[in-house]
């Protein structure tokens, strides 16, 4: 014996973008909107310190700003540059910090003092790549003058130098694993493997394009390189080779970041897009726009902040949505956990007798009329604000189950004015939605036939009327000119198709046919 | 045994008859036979048998037949409670010992019995009603008497009228407090009439026509203890009547809800309260005979038939139109339920064969997939594709299923759902894929409006060996198209669902309507009909390879040959043609003038099955693609029309004996009539058939296996070595096995068996090899063997001649030799055989 089936309320796919875990995750505040901050030039490096509470180092044009997390303004400034200062880099512990510049210097400073405690001299040109080699006494640089050069803090002098790269050295990566080994890109289209301890380079890697960034895996066996529009990790273990080229932009990316975990990847670009990429299945899973090209992009420790500098000197700052604390549920008192396994690891002995208990199938209220064949109050029941305001799709399931049972002419019928103003509403609403067209078309034709005969005696249902009129007259022009775009576009096909065989030209045009529908849809 | 050439096959009805026939009976309330209390056996009618069903386990216990024709009534004998009597159409009513499904005894009454009614009052004569002689539509209610005469084959003669002018129907006649009077109803009359009396009043309702329907009586039902009678009537009121002595002052009471017919009714034991169903399926419990009381069992999924109560009035069950019957529990709880084969009225699906199972597949209840096991005879389990109430309500037109096509290994299955509507026809199709762990179908994809009009076909690429992505889908609409569907992966490694179907490619053909699909065994070709042409494509670019037609006929279907036939595709055209095109040189190969109906190939072999139908019989042909003879004609295969037809894989190949069947060996053919009776054709005997293959198994199963088995068992298999060219003992051991005769008296228990006198003929025939069916071969073995044992034997074998020319009655006491079952004597019964009686005569 079956039980009641309750109606099927069918759920149509959305359209456009699907929710995943990522775009949760990503999501903004849903209140702040994100902070725009005005810098005096182009944004080239933002890095955040790897100590809370995460302040971040901002370098445009000749300043360095430090932001803290949720200041607007700069908590502190270096300002000593007489041109244009480059990548200001936090050291591990966060205490330094070293940035390079176009007259050529390397400057290096306490982050609680304002006068540079080293300046590194020797480079010719603009130094862009600077960075702090992971056992905190070296540091690694590089220029326009093509070399790659390694420095001592503590007397302030340059260790070696490899003059390696054929173009402008614009990126660079420290090892975490190896204190000695640190890798630059260029723009001679190669990225270099150093190890501090020899005389040249260890790898090289053809990029294929002027690399603009460089990224090494907390592992240390991956590689990322930026360049072009191409995204393209490496294998380092394996000598160098290509894992998985990517190309996700349409302009030039520009700038590499990893995520906390390590399981995504960012890539910031020219083209206003910041993709986030899975470092399983290297798919993008997520991204953001912008409104200028970007330069620069930071994550902060535990994802909470997304920093991106833009070419017109802007700094967006983003939030990210903190994960919901659980205190506030737990503040809420609870019976205990006894109360709910009570029972519950019983094992019921061979002599017991035992009476199971039936399942309760909740019904909703609407089901519950349909099942004992009261038509007009199911139809009440779905027509009530929360069903018919927030899942109209559940009023027009039911609509259709009346329909199919034919009762759906009794239901509407007898209503008072109210109850036929609100049925109007309804169905001028939500009759040019194409999921709801056919059943919604069949109850409009039941209710102008059913209350034809009053028409004219009451000024609001008589304006329901009209309004329902001026709905489906507009649809039906929409889909005139549709069809029109439709005649056109098959005519364009036409003369792109170069077989000359009639079933291949068909097939072409009910393909487009199909697409079309369904973007109507 | 080799099976004889010249047997020629025989058609078999299969799938279990429906249950219409009669009332159910329960078993006589006996605590010894029933595992708890209450009646233990539900004994119903069913086409040409009477069924025995077990209450508790709702197993099938035992089937008896003996009938020629539909059984149309059975009652427990009132005076024996393991007695039944059954009258059938074939004029017979016989009396089953139910517990051991013997006959006792058959009577031949004449003409055609319509319902039997066998009440305790009436000692020695039961009630049937008959047709009336010399007039058309006209039945009486005879009662006849049954000699008590010993013997088996009796004739009843003594028939006296009670009534003239009832209803053929079973439930139009009801008998009142244990027999004191008989009421019957025919159209707007109600006649009852006294026995002791001998006085018949007549009542007559008004003939009103309502909306609904009109008044005419349908049923009717006497109450055990009172004088009140309950009918039903085609407009869904119940009437209660009272006081109808009087011809003038009867009084009746209505009782309205069934908003359609009543179909039948029922008094509880006490009379306390009444039941009644009909077309909404629910069963209504009536107390105190009260509009205001009563309480429901809703949705039992089909219109109820028949109702009837146990005697004991602890279980009632219900018959259905859908073939099944329900158990209720007094307290109007359901209790259980037998489900035979679905028959509905319009199997649109057609017979599918799942490749999981091998079980049948087709339209089961509303909008529901039955999967139905034919060895057993069984409904394995019922899918619910369309998931959405269904209102038992004439007139409604709802969703039901159109279309069903299953993967080549049955991982998917594709179901399209249709409601025919003129403003807003629905359809949908339905992508189930099957859940190893939850071992059936879950819902994978929903597709709503797939085409713009109807579907006509759908098909499955048939790849074995290949994976999941070369699956493909390909439906064939009224809107002129036909369309791919292929699996589509979900990129996002977090999705639920990591595949669902989309459509990957349209193809039309002249705006003609697309008719057929079907793919090539290899998958690389399709072939779609489109009216009147069948093109061909390639299924990996989607390309027109080629065109066949064949005018002016439309193409009615097409299928590909198989195997060593692959290079051919087959046509049939409702103008009357079979045709064969070759696909290498794209030429018409053959053609017949025949007007095919079914076209089905065998998945397993290049055999293909054509039914035909011309001059009012079906005929059914079976051919090899690459030669036009075709290999088995058989003719007049039944007079229906021959709606569909399936073949279903054996579990093990057949041995056929005659090159002529070798068709049959891997795969059985099954085909549905368009009144709904699903038959096959068979080799073997009835006799064979008739004892299922799981009893058999059974039996031999359940022997333990003793030292003295294991011993002989070696034995057989170092004889059957030996000689496996001659294999003559091993033949006739297997003889003496497979006899029923056999059979039952070794496996009834002693005390039920009748005398032995009454076993020995059976039994000693039984043992006898019948002369005819030997080959010349075979005799000539026998004779071998024997000359081999003759010199042991020889003594004993003078003996038995001398007994013979004394005892007048020699069967008989060979028979009691026999029982014991020497083997030494066996032979020499069977030399006895062939010694020559002849002289006997002479005396």
Not at chain 1, 159 to 175: F, K, L, M, P, Q
Not at chain 2, 244 to 263: G, R
């Given at each position: 014996?079956?039980?009641?089936?309750?109606?099927?309320?069918?759920?149509?796919?959305?359209?456009?973008?699907?929710?995943?875990?990522?775009?949760?995750?990503?999501?903004?505040?849903?209140?702040?909107?994100?902070?725009?901050?005005?810098?005096?030039?182009?944004?080239?490096?933002?890095?955040?310190?790897?100590?809370?509470?995460?302040?971040?180092?901002?370098?445009?044009?000749?300043?360095?700003?430090?932001?803290?997390?949720?200041?607007?303004?700069?908590?502190?400034?270096?300002?000593?540059?007489?041109?244009?200062?480059?990548?200001?880099?936090?050291?591990?512990?966060?205490?330094?910090?070293?940035?390079?510049?176009?007259?050529?210097?390397?400057?290096?400073?306490?982050?609680?003092?304002?006068?540079?405690?080293?300046?590194?001299?020797?480079?010719?040109?603009?130094?862009?790549?600077?960075?702090?080699?992971?056992?905190?006494?070296?540091?690694?640089?590089?220029?326009?003058?093509?070399?790659?050069?390694?420095?001592?803090?503590?007397?302030?002098?340059?260790?070696?130098?490899?003059?390696?790269?054929?173009?402008?050295?614009?990126?660079?990566?420290?090892?975490?694993?190896?204190?000695?080994?640190?890798?630059?890109?260029?723009?001679?289209?190669?990225?270099?493997?150093?190890?501090?301890?020899?005389?040249?380079?260890?790898?090289?890697?053809?990029?294929?394009?002027?690399?603009?960034?460089?990224?090494?895996?907390?592992?240390?066996?991956?590689?990322?390189?930026?360049?072009?529009?191409?995204?393209?990790?490496?294998?380092?273990?394996?000598?160098?080779?290509?894992?998985?080229?990517?190309?996700?932009?349409?302009?030039?990316?520009?700038?590499?970041?990893?995520?906390?975990?390590?399981?995504?990847?960012?890539?910031?670009?020219?083209?206003?897009?910041?993709?986030?990429?899975?470092?399983?299945?290297?798919?993008?899973?997520?991204?953001?726009?912008?409104?200028?090209?970007?330069?620069?992009?930071?994550?902060?420790?535990?994802?909470?902040?997304?920093?991106?500098?833009?070419?017109?000197?802007?700094?967006?700052?983003?939030?990210?949505?903190?994960?919901?604390?659980?205190?506030?549920?737990?503040?809420?008192?609870?019976?205990?956990?006894?109360?709910?396994?009570?029972?519950?690891?019983?094992?019921?002995?061979?002599?017991?007798?035992?009476?199971?208990?039936?399942?309760?199938?909740?019904?909703?209220?609407?089901?519950?009329?349909?099942?004992?064949?009261?038509?007009?109050?199911?139809?009440?029941?779905?027509?009530?604000?929360?069903?018919?305001?927030?899942?109209?799709?559940?009023?027009?399931?039911?609509?259709?189950?009346?329909?199919?049972?034919?009762?759906?002419?009794?239901?509407?019928?007898?209503?008072?004015?109210?109850?036929?103003?609100?049925?109007?509403?309804?169905?001028?609403?939500?009759?040019?939605?194409?999921?709801?067209?056919?059943?919604?078309?069949?109850?409009?034709?039941?209710?102008?036939?059913?209350?034809?005969?009053?028409?004219?005696?009451?000024?609001?249902?008589?304006?329901?009327?009209?309004?329902?009129?001026?709905?489906?007259?507009?649809?039906?022009?929409?889909?005139?000119?549709?069809?029109?775009?439709?005649?056109?576009?098959?005519?364009?096909?036409?003369?792109?198709?170069?077989?000359?065989?009639?079933?291949?030209?068909?097939?072409?045009?009910?393909?487009?046919?199909?697409?079309?529908?369904?973007?109507?849809? | 045994?080799?099976?004889?050439?010249?047997?020629?096959?025989?058609?078999?009805?299969?799938?279990?008859?429906?249950?219409?026939?009669?009332?159910?009976?329960?078993?006589?309330?006996?605590?010894?036979?029933?595992?708890?209390?209450?009646?233990?056996?539900?004994?119903?009618?069913?086409?040409?048998?009477?069924?025995?069903?077990?209450?508790?386990?709702?197993?099938?216990?035992?089937?008896?037949?003996?009938?020629?024709?539909?059984?149309?009534?059975?009652?427990?004998?009132?005076?024996?409670?393991?007695?039944?009597?059954?009258?059938?159409?074939?004029?017979?009513?016989?009396?089953?010992?139910?517990?051991?499904?013997?006959?006792?005894?058959?009577?031949?009454?004449?003409?055609?019995?319509?319902?039997?009614?066998?009440?305790?009052?009436?000692?020695?004569?039961?009630f049937v009603v008959i047709p009336k002689r010399g007039e058309r539509a006209t039945f009486q209610l005879v009662s006849v008497k049954l000699t008590k005469a010993a013997g088996q084959d009796l004739e009843a003669k003594e028939l006296s009228v009670v009534l003239d002018g009832v209803d053929a129907s079973p439930k139009s006649i009801a008998f009142g407090r244990e027999g004191e009077y008989v009421a019957s109803v025919k159209e707007i009359d109600l006649q009852v009439y006294f026995f002791k009396q001998k006085q018949l009043n007549r009542f007559c309702v008004s003939a009103v026509k309502t909306k609904s329907g009109n008044n005419q009586f349908t049923c009717i039902a006497c109450h055990p203890t009172e004088d009140c009678i309950a009918t039903g009537h085609a407009d869904g009121k119940i009437r209660i009547w009272r006081n109808f002595y009087h011809k003038k002052e009867y009084t009746y009471s209505t009782l309205h809800w069934h908003h359609d017919t009543v179909m039948d009714l029922a008094f509880s034991v006490e009379g306390s309260s009444l039941l009644s169903g009909g077309v909404e399926s629910v069963l209504v419990l009536w107390h105190n005979q009260s509009e205001c009381e009563k309480d429901f069992l809703p949705r039992l999924g089909s219109p109820i038939e028949y109702i009837s109560m146990a005697s004991d009035g602890t279980l009632c069950c219900t018959l259905h139109t859908d073939n099944r019957i329900t158990i209720i529990n007094s307290n109007l709880r359901f209790a259980r339920s037998i489900q035979g084969l679905i028959k509905s009225a319009d199997i649109k699906t057609g017979l599918v064969v799942d490749p999981r199972t091998k079980a049948l597949v087709l339209n089961g209840e509303p909008g529901h997939l039955q999967f139905y096991c034919l060895q057993s005879d069984q409904q394995l389990f019922s899918l619910d594709i369309v998931q959405r109430q269904y209102i038992h309500q004439a007139g409604l037109n709802q969703a039901d299923l159109v279309k069903v096509a299953f993967s080549a290994r049955g991982k998917w299955l594709a179901t399209v759902e249709e409601r025919e509507e003129v403003t807003d026809p629905e359809l949908q199709l339905k992508l189930w894929f099957y859940d190893e762990e939850a071992q059936s179908f879950k819902l994978n994809t929903r597709i709503n409006m797939p085409h713009e009009d109807q579907i006509t076909d759908l098909c499955f690429r048939d790849m074995d060996e290949l994976e999941d992505d070369s699956v493909i889908l390909v439906t064939t609409g009224r809107d002129c198209v036909f369309k791919v569907w292929v699996i589509v992966e979900d990129t996002d490694p977090e999705a639920q669902q990591s595949v669902s179907w989309s459509c990957d490619f349209i193809g039309s053909y002249h705006n003609y309507q697309a008719t057929n699909c079907c793919f090539?065994?290899?998958?690389?070709?399709?072939?779609?009909?489109?009216?009147?042409?069948?093109?061909?494509?390639?299924?990996?670019?989607?390309?027109?390879?080629?065109?066949?037609?064949?005018?002016?006929?439309?193409?009615?279907?097409?299928?590909?040959?198989?195997?060593?036939?692959?290079?051919?595709?087959?046509?049939?055209?409702?103008?009357?043609?079979?045709?064969?095109?070759?696909?290498?040189?794209?030429?018409?190969?053959?053609?017949?003038?025949?007007?095919?109906?079914?076209?089905?190939?065998?998945?397993?072999?290049?055999?293909?099955?054509?039914?035909?139908?011309?001059?009012?019989?079906?005929?059914?042909?079976?051919?090899?693609?690459?030669?036009?003879?075709?290999?088995?004609?058989?003719?007049?295969?039944?007079?229906?029309?021959?709606?569909?037809?399936?073949?279903?894989?054996?579990?093990?190949?057949?041995?056929?004996?005659?090159?002529?069947?070798?068709?049959?060996?891997?795969?059985?053919?099954?085909?549905?009539?368009?009144?709904?009776?699903?038959?096959?054709?068979?080799?073997?005997?009835?006799?064979?058939?008739?004892?299922?293959?799981?009893?058999?198994?059974?039996?031999?199963?359940?022997?333990?296996?003793?030292?003295?088995?294991?011993?002989?068992?070696?034995?057989?298999?170092?004889?059957?070595?030996?000689?496996?060219?001659?294999?003559?003992?091993?033949?006739?051991?297997?003889?003496?096995?497979?006899?029923?005769?056999?059979?039952?008296?070794?496996?009834?228990?002693?005390?039920?068996?009748?005398?032995?006198?009454?076993?020995?003929?059976?039994?000693?025939?039984?043992?006898?090899?019948?002369?005819?069916?030997?080959?010349?071969?075979?005799?000539?073995?026998?004779?071998?063997?024997?000359?081999?044992?003759?010199?042991?034997?020889?003594?004993?074998?003078?003996?038995?001649?001398?007994?013979?020319?004394?005892?007048?009655?020699?069967?008989?006491?060979?028979?009691?030799?026999?029982?014991?079952?020497?083997?030494?004597?066996?032979?020499?019964?069977?030399?006895?055989?062939?010694?020559?009686?002849?002289?006997?005569?002479?005396?």
């Amino acid at each position: 014996m079956a039980t009641y089936k309750p109606v099927v309320v069918q759920a149509i796919p959305k359209l456009g973008e699907r929710i995943t875990q990522d775009t949760l995750y990503w999501r903004g505040d849903k209140g702040g909107t994100p902070v725009q901050i005005k810098e005096f030039g182009a944004v080239n490096k933002i890095d955040f310190s790897p100590v809370s509470p995460y302040n971040y180092a901002v370098t445009a044009s000749s300043r360095i700003h430090i932001y803290g997390r949720y200041s607007q303004e700069p908590i502190k400034t270096f300002s000593r540059f007489k041109d244009a200062a480059y990548c200001a880099t936090y050291r591990d512990d966060g205490n330094l910090l070293v940035a390079g510049s176009e007259e050529g210097s390397i400057r290096l400073f306490d982050l609680s003092g304002r006068a540079p405690l080293r300046q590194f001299d020797g480079p010719t040109k603009a130094v862009h790549v600077v960075g702090f080699l992971s056992d905190k006494y070296r540091i690694f640089s590089g220029g326009d003058d093509y070399s790659s050069n390694l420095w001592d803090i503590p007397s302030g002098t340059e260790i070696v130098s490899y003059n390696e790269h054929t173009d402008y050295v614009r990126c660079g990566c420290a090892s975490k694993v190896n204190a000695d080994v640190f890798i630059t890109g260029s723009y001679d289209h190669t990225v270099k493997l150093f190890d501090a301890r020899t005389e040249s380079s260890v790898m090289t890697i053809e990029h294929g394009h002027p690399v603009e960034s460089v990224l090494l895996f907390p592992s240390g066996g991956l590689l990322v390189s930026a360049g072009g529009r191409y995204v393209k990790v490496w294998d380092v273990l394996k000598g160098g080779q290509l894992l998985v080229s990517l190309k996700n932009h349409h302009k030039t990316v520009t700038c590499l970041c990893l995520n906390s975990s390590g399981q995504r990847l960012l890539s910031g670009s020219l083209d206003r897009h910041v993709k986030v990429y899975s470092t399983t299945s290297y798919k993008v899973v997520h991204s953001f726009n912008y409104a200028t090209s970007i330069l620069s992009l930071a994550l902060s420790p535990e994802d909470e902040t997304i920093v991106v500098g833009m070419t017109n000197g802007v700094l967006n700052v983003k939030h990210r949505k903190p994960e919901e604390r659980k205190e506030n549920s737990q503040k809420k008192r609870q019976p205990a956990y006894r109360t709910y396994v009570k029972g519950r690891t019983y094992v019921p002995k061979q002599e017991d007798f035992c009476v199971s208990k039936p399942v309760k199938h909740v019904l909703r209220k609407y089901d519950k009329m349909l099942k004992s064949f009261q038509s007009s109050k199911a139809l009440d029941a779905v027509l009530e604000p929360p069903i018919r305001l927030y899942t109209p799709e559940v009023t027009v399931a039911v609509m259709q189950e009346l329909h199919r049972r034919g009762t759906l002419r009794s239901a509407l019928a007898g209503r008072d004015e109210k109850q036929i103003n609100l049925l109007l509403t309804f169905v001028a609403r939500r009759v040019i939605e194409p999921r709801f067209t056919p059943v919604l078309v069949t109850v409009a034709d039941m209710i102008t036939d059913i209350y034809q005969p009053v028409v004219g005696q009451s000024a609001v249902v008589d304006r329901q009327f009209v309004k329902l009129q001026e709905a489906i007259g507009k649809e039906i022009d929409y889909q005139e000119e549709l069809l029109e775009v439709l005649g056109m576009m098959d005519t364009l096909f036409a003369t792109f198709t170069k077989k000359t065989a009639t079933y291949v030209e068909e097939k072409k045009s009910n393909g487009l046919t199909e697409t079309i529908e369904a973007n109507m849809n | 045994m080799v099976a004889p050439a010249a047997a020629a096959l025989r058609v078999v009805r299969c799938g279990g008859s429906s249950f219409h026939g009669a009332r159910a009976v329960f078993s006589a309330d006996s605590k010894q036979v029933g595992p708890g209390p209450g009646p233990g056996y539900l004994l119903c009618a069913s086409g040409d048998f009477v069924k025995m069903y077990s209450v508790a386990t709702e197993e099938m216990l035992r089937l008896m037949g003996g009938h020629a024709d539909l059984v149309t009534g059975i009652q427990l004998n009132p005076h024996n409670h393991v007695q039944l009597y059954s009258s059938s159409l074939d004029g017979t009513i016989k009396l089953w010992d139910f517990m051991d499904g013997i006959p006792i005894k058959t009577f031949t009454v004449g003409s055609k019995l319509l319902a039997l009614y066998a009440l305790a009052r009436f000692e020695d004569s039961v009630f049937v009603v008959i047709p009336k002689r010399g007039e058309r539509a006209t039945f009486q209610l005879v009662s006849v008497k049954l000699t008590k005469a010993a013997g088996q084959d009796l004739e009843a003669k003594e028939l006296s009228v009670v009534l003239d002018g009832v209803d053929a129907s079973p439930k139009s006649i009801a008998f009142g407090r244990e027999g004191e009077y008989v009421a019957s109803v025919k159209e707007i009359d109600l006649q009852v009439y006294f026995f002791k009396q001998k006085q018949l009043n007549r009542f007559c309702v008004s003939a009103v026509k309502t909306k609904s329907g009109n008044n005419q009586f349908t049923c009717i039902a006497c109450h055990p203890t009172e004088d009140c009678i309950a009918t039903g009537h085609a407009d869904g009121k119940i009437r209660i009547w009272r006081n109808f002595y009087h011809k003038k002052e009867y009084t009746y009471s209505t009782l309205h809800w069934h908003h359609d017919t009543v179909m039948d009714l029922a008094f509880s034991v006490e009379g306390s309260s009444l039941l009644s169903g009909g077309v909404e399926s629910v069963l209504v419990l009536w107390h105190n005979q009260s509009e205001c009381e009563k309480d429901f069992l809703p949705r039992l999924g089909s219109p109820i038939e028949y109702i009837s109560m146990a005697s004991d009035g602890t279980l009632c069950c219900t018959l259905h139109t859908d073939n099944r019957i329900t158990i209720i529990n007094s307290n109007l709880r359901f209790a259980r339920s037998i489900q035979g084969l679905i028959k509905s009225a319009d199997i649109k699906t057609g017979l599918v064969v799942d490749p999981r199972t091998k079980a049948l597949v087709l339209n089961g209840e509303p909008g529901h997939l039955q999967f139905y096991c034919l060895q057993s005879d069984q409904q394995l389990f019922s899918l619910d594709i369309v998931q959405r109430q269904y209102i038992h309500q004439a007139g409604l037109n709802q969703a039901d299923l159109v279309k069903v096509a299953f993967s080549a290994r049955g991982k998917w299955l594709a179901t399209v759902e249709e409601r025919e509507e003129v403003t807003d026809p629905e359809l949908q199709l339905k992508l189930w894929f099957y859940d190893e762990e939850a071992q059936s179908f879950k819902l994978n994809t929903r597709i709503n409006m797939p085409h713009e009009d109807q579907i006509t076909d759908l098909c499955f690429r048939d790849m074995d060996e290949l994976e999941d992505d070369s699956v493909i889908l390909v439906t064939t609409g009224r809107d002129c198209v036909f369309k791919v569907w292929v699996i589509v992966e979900d990129t996002d490694p977090e999705a639920q669902q990591s595949v669902s179907w989309s459509c990957d490619f349209i193809g039309s053909y002249h705006n003609y309507q697309a008719t057929n699909c079907c793919f090539s065994e290899d998958g690389s070709l399709l072939a779609v009909s489109f009216e009147e042409t069948v093109t061909v494509w390639d299924s990996v670019t989607w390309d027109l390879k080629c065109t066949f037609c064949h005018p002016p006929g439309k193409i009615r279907n097409i299928c590909f040959g198989r195997l060593t036939c692959s290079k051919y595709l087959i046509g049939v055209s409702d103008d009357g043609f079979l045709c064969c095109w070759n696909l290498l040189s794209c030429a018409l190969e053959w053609s017949a003038h025949l007007n095919i109906l079914v076209l089905q190939p065998d998945p397993l072999s290049e055999y293909i099955a054509a039914v035909s139908w011309l001059s009012k019989e079906s005929s059914l042909f079976v051919f090899k693609p690459n030669e036009p003879r075709p290999i088995y004609i058989q003719r007049n295969l039944c007079r229906e029309k021959i709606q569909l037809a399936a073949f279903i894989p054996r579990d093990e190949p057949e041995t056929v004996g005659s090159e002529k069947y070798l068709w049959l060996r891997r795969s059985q053919l099954f085909f549905l009539t368009d009144t709904q009776e699903l038959m096959t054709l068979s080799t073997k005997s009835l006799q064979e058939r008739l004892t299922p293959a799981s009893k058999q198994l059974a039996v031999e199963e359940s022997l333990p296996v003793t030292p003295f088995s294991l011993l002989l068992g070696k034995h057989r298999r170092q004889q059957s070595q030996d000689d496996i060219d001659l294999g003559k003992l091993f033949v006739h051991n297997k003889c003496e096995q497979d006899s029923p005769a056999v059979k039952e008296l070794l496996h009834t228990p002693a005390h039920v068996l009748p005398s032995a006198s009454f076993l020995c003929p059976i039994f000693i025939n039984s043992l006898l090899i019948s002369k005819e069916n030997k080959s010349a071969e075979e005799v000539a073995d026998e004779v071998e063997m024997e000359s081999e044992k003759t010199k042991d034997d020889s003594d004993e074998e003078r003996d038995v001649t001398e007994m013979e020319q004394e005892d007048t009655s020699p069967l008989e006491l060979f028979g009691e030799m026999t029982c014991k079952l020497p083997k030494s004597q066996e032979k020499e019964l069977r030399k006895i055989r062939k010694v020559d009686y002849s002289w006997i005569s002479a005396f």
